[in-house]
């Protein structure tokens, strides 16, 4: 299958700082990439979809000024925690899907583990 | 919105069993897609449906895309340890391009 790249795998921060998590497709292009977060023991809960050149498309209840989405090229987005407090402790997973002709399978990175003091 | 029911929540086996899991949904889908994910790892895709009715294998995994596109099951067959984890199962809708994911199924087997 395609290879999703994330980076970095766990991260710890102190609170009120920023962390950027990176995204890459590493051996197709990736029109559309989706960032999700997962809580212990709970399924994967979409944030946001992102399209190569566009705004990403935010869930209901998720702040866009705090998670801040940039999707610059076919084959890299990043997530940006703003203003990182203790609650944005979670797992976030990329995923990314390629052309039509891929059948639109979402292959998904191994997650970053995001711990705010 | 849709929703995905998948059961079992857990189950807990001897290595050599047969396992079956499945997922049912409140609305059509045109695609069904299995998932296995471990320990903080993300999820890897273990097969993919797209036809009412297709039945398709990987190894010892057999998926099946259910006749009414509203249910879809996968079983394992002669488990081993290395099959623990989450299997997670995830649909998609005509026009809609999202994934919806079940809360999926913790694996656990005993040597």
């Known amino acids: 299958g395609a290879v999703v790249s994330q980076h970095p795998s766990w991260v710890i921060c102190k609170s009120g700082t920023s962390v950027k998590i990176e995204c890459r497709s590493l051996d197709f292009q990736a029109t559309t990439m989706f960032w999700y977060r997962q809580f212990p023991k709970q399924s994967l809960m979409l944030m946001a979809t992102?399209?190569?050149?566009?705004?990403?498309?935010?869930e209901q209840g998720v702040e866009k000024d705090k998670f801040l989405i940039n999707h610059a090229s076919l084959t890299l987005s990043t997530l940006t925690v703003t203003s990182a407090h203790p609650e944005d402790s979670s797992f976030y997973i990329c995923?990314?899907?390629?052309?039509?002709?891929?059948?639109?399978?979402?292959?998904f990175g191994a997650g970053t583990r995001l711990s705010v003091l | 919105g849709q929703q995905l029911n998948q059961s079992p929540q857990s189950m807990f086996i001897q290595e050599g069993e047969d396992v079956s899991m499945n997922c049912t949904s409140s609305?059509?889908?045109?695609?069904w897609l299995w998932y296995k994910q471990e320990p903080g790892e993300g999820p890897v895709l273990l097969i993919a449906?797209?036809?009412?009715?297709e039945l398709t294998s990987n190894g010892r995994l057999t998926a099946q895309f259910g006749i009414t596109r509203k249910d879809s099951f996968l079983n394992i067959s002669a488990s081993i340890p290395s099959d623990v984890g989450i299997y997670f199962c995830a649909g998609r809708g005509g026009s809609n391009y999202k994934l919806t994911f079940g809360k999926g199924t913790l694996l656990t087997v005993n040597p």
């Open positions: 449906l797209y036809k009412a009715g």
């Open positions: 609305s059509i889908f045109n695609t």
């Open positions: 992102s399209n190569e050149g566009s705004k990403a498309t935010y």
């Open positions: 995923s990314a899907r390629g052309a039509a002709s891929a059948k639109n399978i979402q292959y």
